[in-house]
């Protein structure tokens, strides 16, 4: 599935909007303990270890939207956005939005 941040694909035509799709992963607050917890792992004022579940969030929230997208018989998601937001005081949602479409 080709997932792009631009509104449009270069060189190719859509010929289908399917609409917005979307996909979200929550950290709890064991992350934070967890970070806290190791902050012998910083390292130059970075911890791998909040970095690794960062990653992981956004690449669940993005497997997520893509499946959406595949489900509405889209071959590409253009318009991505990623947003980084807090929920409560000790958890950290990542979502990704996008428009599911068909290109030729």
Aim: proline share 1%; net charge negative; hydrophobic share 45%.
């Amino acid at each position: 599935m080709l997932t792009l941040t631009t509104p449009n694909i270069e060189g190719k035509k859509i010929t289908r909007y399917y609409g917005i799709v979307s996909g979200e992963a929550i950290l709890g607050a064991n992350v934070f303990k967890d970070f806290f917890a190791g902050i012998r792992d910083i390292v130059g004022g970075r911890s791998a270890a909040y970095e690794n579940e960062l990653r992981e969030a956004k690449n669940i929230a993005l497997h997520e939207m893509t499946l959406q997208a595949q489900q509405m018989g889209a071959n590409a998601i253009v318009a991505v956005d990623l947003d980084y937001e807090t929920v409560g005081q000790s958890m950290l949602m990542v979502s990704a939005s996008g428009t599911a479409v068909f290109y030729e």
